[in-house]
């Protein structure tokens, strides 16, 4: 065995090794042993996004903020899709600061409730074809990134009366994935699902997707949705592969960021000196957008690698489970 083969086996044993231990690959501390290992992906070349229209929920602070700036740092023309317009124009004037020449669009939408995410997806589809005609942009979208979070601290239900958590992680992102498919069609374009590494802790629960039954924790809420985008990925890929739109979910990590102020005060004040950065947060979403050649879909990522979906013992969902997860979304979301 030559020197290469076995220093490339040496970091990924190790690479391995962070995230089983779970804070060490989770830190900062991970993240920085890792963009020193032999098996550390290369950075996107500058301006390979140019050219390409992107969009970000959750825009308006912490990992949004981060991918839509390092989105637009790679030439990509940005749509911050935000609810409070006002705070997303501010974002949009930080970015600009940071990134000169940023092409970036500020979207109204609250993407719990699935009558505003139709509305948008309209509007942005007539939109980005009619820019795409007149020579104004690119005629398609080619990266979105399902970012937007939210914690509550008691159930709560969207508009249209399903769980907060799963109605803002999960069927208002594959909803909206949807109904651009007109846009996104054609164009190798890739769907990002930002979760959690919080997933590892739950199985698949399509028995209760809109946790009805037993005392709610917050925290629980909010894991089973990150595995239920998880477990999603398989038909998701299926449904969307004739428009060649590839799927992908991948988790930050533990990052420092104003939700996680907000909803883990106790969580913040223990680990806040190894927290990474938003930036750090958002480093795989961003080289993903952009990785050539293009990374398969399907997957897991964090840090620049595709990862299992279960640890600790977890035990496998059923593919019966998965597809009644399914249904239920179908149903929910008024998929075709």
Not at 127 to 149: F, S, T
Not at 181 to 197: E, F, K, N, Q
Not at 252 to 266: H, R, S
Not at 302 to 324: I, K, N, S
């Given at each position: ?21 779970v804070?060490g690959?989770?830190?900062?501390a991970?993240?920085a ?11 996107p070349?500058?301006g ?44 949009a004037r930080a ?29 942005l ?5 009619a820019e795409?005609?007149a ?11 399902h970012?937007a ?18 109605a ?10 949807d ?15 930002v979760?959690?590494?919080?997933m590892?802790a ?6 209760d997707p ?55 005060p ?21 080289w ?13 990522w ?18 019966a ?8 979304v ?7």
């Amino acid at each position: 065995m030559t020197a290469r083969p076995r220093a490339a086996r040496a970091a990924a044993a190790l690479d391995t090794a962070l995230d089983l231990s779970v804070v060490g690959g989770y830190t900062r501390a991970g993240l920085a042993v890792r963009r020193r290992l032999a098996t550390w992906p290369a950075d996107p070349a500058p301006g390979s996004l140019a050219g390409r229209r992107a969009l970000v929920t959750g825009a308006s602070s912490g990992l949004g903020t981060a991918t839509a700036a390092g989105l637009a740092g790679l030439g990509a023309h940005v749509h911050l899709v935000v609810r409070d317009v006002e705070k997303g124009e501010r974002t949009a004037r930080a970015i600009e600061a940071e990134v000169p020449g940023a092409r970036l669009s500020v979207e109204r939408c609250d993407v719990a409730d699935l009558d505003d995410v139709r509305r948008l997806a309209t509007d942005l589809c007539g939109r980005i074809g009619a820019e795409g005609a007149a020579g104004e942009g690119p005629a398609g979208l080619d990266v979105v990134v399902h970012n937007a979070g939210a914690m509550p601290p008691v159930r709560t239900t969207s508009p249209q009366g399903r769980e907060l958590t799963m109605a803002l992680h999960v069927l208002g992102p594959v909803l909206m994935t949807d109904l651009l498919r007109p846009v996104l069609a054609g164009r190798a374009a890739r769907v990002l699902l930002v979760t959690s590494g919080g997933m590892y802790a739950q199985v698949l629960r399509a028995d209760d997707p809109d946790y009805v039954t037993g005392d709610y924790s917050p925290t629980t809420a909010y894991a089973r949705s990150k595995r239920a985008q998880v477990e999603l990925l398989g038909p998701l890929a299926q449904r969307w592969a004739g428009d060649g739109i590839a799927v992908h979910a991948v988790h930050p990590g533990w990052a420092d960021t104003p939700g996680v102020v907000d909803a883990l005060p106790g969580f913040h004040r223990l680990t806040g000196p190894l927290l990474r950065d938003a930036a750090g947060g958002a480093d795989t979403a961003v080289w993903l957008a952009a990785a050539q050649p293009p990374p398969p879909g399907g997957r897991l990522w964090h840090d620049r690698r595709a990862r299992p979906a279960y640890w600790l013992g977890r035990r496998r969902a059923a593919p019966a489970d998965v597809q009644r997860l399914w249904q239920w979304v179908r149903d929910a979301a008024g998929l075709a």
